[in-house]
């Protein structure tokens, strides 16, 4: 049997909705985990099942500030992801980003470890090409209310090549595409978490223009099993890699599709189209496919009754006067 090296592990963002899962994932591995958090968007309650693990240790920082720790390895997942939450601070949001990418590299250079970056699908911004491959280069807008975040993540991958080049840093750069499941905040305000919470509140589902842009989603634990795949790849393979799935459906379909599986009666209403708002994107998995073997296996609707049942749950738990 292969003995396992227990490696010490930084997770930033650890309290968030993948940070939390990746720092279960690995304590699960026999790992040591810091999770360092600024409370942001995240919060205890995603973490509090692990805060009895004598390997688990949280440490409340803001990335936005030098940070010398000593760990193996470095996943970086601190970052508002929602909309509605990086565009409240954009500032922030830039200096998460950028700041902090540039403080886990300083990090990275000095300890000459590994470190992950979760980069986004929002570096292709509203794409030209479809389905959207590594080699594409994007259609951003620099100026609008998602550039804080697209621009800032396109700047942080910027940082790690450049790092890679002249300091050698073992980087690991993915392209995350939307990610759902339980421990998504009920008011993160994303598509799955607005319309589960919504529908199991019989409210109306609130479909922001005509309901026909499209998205591709990835169920959390295929997305970790391939995060963690990719650090434990040769160094040599540093990306950028997309993942995601490359199942595609329109706002609409899910819509009726949560509508379906919580039996709930809920109206759908349209709202305005945010500005920007990319009209479609699937991501092409084919480099994470050759490279790491990689492809997810949770159907959207498997996926979505295990993240509908978390919702039910949370929703029950909160008192109804509040
Ligand atoms: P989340 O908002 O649930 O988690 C982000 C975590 O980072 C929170 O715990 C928050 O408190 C923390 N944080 C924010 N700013 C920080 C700072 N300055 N210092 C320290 N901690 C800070 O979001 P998520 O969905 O878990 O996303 C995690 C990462 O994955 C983000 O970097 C995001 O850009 C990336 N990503 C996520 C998705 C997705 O669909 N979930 C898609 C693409 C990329
Ligand atoms: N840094 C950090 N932790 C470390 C090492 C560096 O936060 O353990 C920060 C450092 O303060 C700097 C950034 O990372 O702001 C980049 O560090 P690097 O050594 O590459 O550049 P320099 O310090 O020479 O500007
Ligand atoms: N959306 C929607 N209703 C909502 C929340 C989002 O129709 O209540 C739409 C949004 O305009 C976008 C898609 O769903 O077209 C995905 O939005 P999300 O905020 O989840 O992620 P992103 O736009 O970053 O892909």
Not at 200 to 212: A, S
């Amino acid at each position: 049997m292969r003995e396992l090296k227990r490696k010490r592990i930084l997770v930033t963002g650890g309290a968030g909705f993948l940070g939390s899962h990746l720092s279960e994932r690995l304590l699960q591995m026999g790992h040591e985990v810091l999770c360092v958090d600024n409370f942001y968007t995240g919060t205890r309650d995603n973490i509090l099942h692990l805060l009895s693990n004598p390997y688990f240790e949280v440490l409340r920082h803001d990335i936005c500030f030098p940070l010398h720790v000593e760990v193996d390895e470095i996943y970086n997942f601190a970052c508002p992801a929602s909309p509605r939450h990086y565009q409240a601070d954009p500032i922030q949001t830039i200096k998460t980003s950028v700041f902090g990418a540039l403080h886990l590299l300083g990090l990275a250079k000095r300890l000459q470890c590994k470190v992950f970056q979760a980069s986004t699908s929002e570096v292709y911004g509203d794409p030209h090409f479809h389905p959207q491959k590594e080699e594409y280069w994007g259609n951003v807008n620099p100026i609008g209310f998602r550039s804080c975040y697209d621009e800032g993540k396109r700047c942080a991958e910027t940082l790690f090549f450049d790092y890679k080049r002249t300091s050698l840093v073992p980087i690991k750069v993915a392209r995350i595409f939307n990610t759902y499941g339980p421990r998504m905040h009920p008011n993160d305000g994303r598509v799955v978490s607005n319309f589960i919470v919504q529908a199991l509140k019989n409210q109306p589902l609130t479909i922001y223009g005509d309901g026909m842009q499209t998205r591709s989603f990835c169920y959390v634990d295929d997305l970790i099993d391939v995060v963690i795949r990719f650090m434990d790849a040769p160094e040599s393979i540093s990306g950028p890699i997309n993942i995601g799935n490359p199942t595609e459906y329109r706002v609409l379909d899910l819509a009726e599709e949560i509508l379906r599986l919580t039996g709930s009666s809920s109206p759908i209403i349209h709202k305005p189209l945010p500005s920007d708002d990319p009209k479609q994107r699937r991501p092409d998995i084919s480099l994470a496919r050759n490279l790491l073997g990689w492809q997810p296996k949770t159907s959207l609707e498997e996926g979505l009754k295990a993240t509908i049942s978390y919702f039910d749950g949370v929703l029950s738990a909160i008192p109804k006067c509040v």
